[in-house]
């Protein structure tokens, strides 16, 4: 008689340590690309805007923020008449037309990382 006994030693402590550092790794490259894709489309003068994301936001946290006292104010009128000359592309709501534009390649950034890491 054939024996159909089998044992797996499964270790979930190695495997949960590995997706969480592949997924961090994702949740950084998929930050540091939305600002970089967002900023695209910031309101510039001085780039004061755009520094102020470097600064303030959390990549690989998840949380990007314009920290200036004006950002939220162009941020929700892109109805405003924005000067093209340093940024021909500057408009509001820069985030969300970032988004329109490269969600699916943001997407797919996020699962090439976490598989490259896994």
Do not use: C, H
């Not at 159909?4 to 590995?18: E, G, L, P």
């Not at 470097?54 to 314009?66: E, K, N, P, V």
């Not at 924005?82 to 997407?107: M, Q, R, T």
């Amino acid at each position: 008689m054939l024996n159909t006994n089998v044992n797996i030693d499964f270790n979930s402590s190695a495997v949960t340590r590995k997706v969480n550092r592949a997924t961090k790794k994702a949740q950084y490259v998929f930050d540091d690309q939305v600002l970089k894709d967002s900023n695209f489309f910031i309101p510039a003068d001085q780039w004061i805007l755009r520094d102020s994301s470097l600064r303030a936001s959390d990549i690989g946290g998840g949380q990007l923020t314009w920290d200036t006292p004006y950002a939220r104010r162009l941020y929700y009128n892109p109805q405003f008449n924005f000067d093209k000359d340093k940024n021909p592309s500057a408009g509001g709501l820069w985030f969300e037309f970032a988004k329109s534009i490269y969600y699916d390649d943001w997407v797919r950034l996020a699962n090439d990382e976490v598989n490259k890491n896994l």
